[in-house]
């Protein structure tokens, strides 16, 4: 993204400007255009998102849209930063709980807009909305006497775990949309692949599908959430809290 386009996402995201209310314009607005991308995504999921797509869904013209979003990259922008709205803010108290709180609200938002996770994110402009729940999760954390930058590790440790959690949820979601098979569906199509399933070969996987543990899985979020949570504990709650080697790369 050139540092134009940059500038532009950040006025449209940090500087909205009021909607007219008189002449052409006012027949349409920045957020119904936000709000009807949402639905198709939603639906379609992020790759059928176009800006004629957007208009059909509208019942108007692409021409029209772009008085209000400048393009899709832009549009994307205001998209994730509307879904981020529909969270809450971490509430103060127990910084455990707090974190807590902080990721279920991600994955609820995952799991309502899959689409999100199919977006590159790094270098994605961030809005208001976003960054004030990210303020208040840095908050609950903020009191523990840690490090400015450890703060930042540990609230990035658990988003990064619910953003992985959410990818192989969305790949879920994308591939039962592209082929009408659901997940279950589609492994259970599989047998010629459990007939290779020899102790001789895969000794521990052999005994794990006999025994039934691949058919009684554990909820990847709920499990995963308790670990790290007792990960971070053990490291925030150490009197000799261990040195982390600084990052080499961004």
Excluded at 128 to 152: N, S
Aim: glycine share 8%; charged share 25%.
């Amino acid at each position: 993204m050139k540092q134009s386009d940059r500038d532009r996402s950040v006025r449209l995201l940090w500087e909205p400007q009021p909607e007219p209310t008189r002449g052409p314009r006012a027949a349409l607005s920045q957020a119904r255009v936000v709000q009807a991308a949402i639905k198709v995504a939603d639906a379609e999921g992020v790759d059928a998102l176009t800006m004629r797509r957007v208009a059909e869904e509208l019942g108007s013209t692409a021409m029209s849209l772009y008085r209000h979003v400048p393009g899709k990259s832009e549009l994307l922008d205001l998209m994730v930063d509307a879904v981020w709205g529909e969270t809450e803010h971490t509430p103060e108290g127990p910084w455990r709980a707090g974190l807590e709180f902080f990721a279920r609200q991600m994955w609820s938002m995952y799991r309502a807009h899959p689409w999100m996770l199919q977006l590159t994110t790094s270098r994605r402009m961030p809005g208001p909305q976003a960054m004030t729940r990210q303020d208040a999760a840095y908050a609950v954390v903020a009191g523990l006497g840690l490090r400015p930058e450890e703060v930042v590790a540990v609230v990035t440790t658990v988003a990064q775990f619910v953003d992985g959690v959410g990818r192989t949820m969305a790949d879920r979601v994308q591939a039962e949309r592209e082929t009408g098979v659901s997940e279950e569906d589609w492994w259970n199509g599989t047998e010629s692949l459990w007939e290779h399933f020899t102790p001789e070969r895969l000794p521990m996987m052999t005994y794990l599908y006999g025994s039934g543990g691949f058919d009684r899985p554990l909820d990847e979020f709920e499990f995963g959430l308790a670990r790290v949570l007792d990960g971070l504990a053990a490291f925030v709650e150490a009197e000799d809290r261990p040195a982390v080697r600084r990052s080499t790369c961004l």
